[in-house]
């Protein structure tokens, strides 16, 4: 199985992106998907995670109002809409996925990402806030 993200670019500060996260060979409606994100020259930071039931989800503070997680499990897709990007949201953002159980208890539990905390990574899309 493998996750693949999509739609990132360069923007203005307080404009809007969405990025997408699409599934293949998963058991997407079983699997919690966290946006994870780095930016030059610093460590992976949480973004924002969704529970494979739609029963919850989490935002980091900075991102809180202004960033939207969503899916859509019938597609095996994951949306992460950004809207008043700051210049401080420039970053390669990348879509991780793992069971339910265990994306939950990372984001809630630990302070930052590790690659290997997560089985299913894609390959980054760069975000560019600059004016």
């Known amino acids: 199985g493998q996750v693949a993200e999509s739609g990132g670019g360069m923007v203005r500060p307080g404009e809007s992106l969405r990025l997408s996260c699409a599934a293949s060979?998963?058991?997407?409606?079983?699997?919690?998907v966290a946006w994870v994100r780095q930016a030059s020259g610093k460590g992976l930071e949480w973004v924002a995670a969704?529970?494979?039931?739609?029963?919850?989800?989490y935002y980091e503070d900075s991102v809180k109002g202004r960033f939207s997680i969503s899916r859509d499990n019938a597609k095996n897709m994951v949306y992460l809409q950004m809207d008043s990007l700051k210049p401080k949201d420039t970053a390669v953002y990348y879509c991780?996925?793992?069971?339910?159980?265990?994306?939950?208890?990372?984001?809630?539990?630990?302070?930052?990402?590790?690659?290997?905390?997560?089985?299913?990574w894609g390959q980054g899309t760069q975000v560019t806030v600059s004016s």
């Open positions: 969704i529970w494979s039931d739609f029963s919850g989800s």
């Open positions: 991780a996925a793992d069971q339910d159980f265990r994306v939950e208890w990372l984001v809630t539990n630990q302070p930052s990402p590790h690659k290997d905390d997560l089985s299913y």
């Open positions: 060979e998963l058991p997407w409606s079983t699997y919690g």
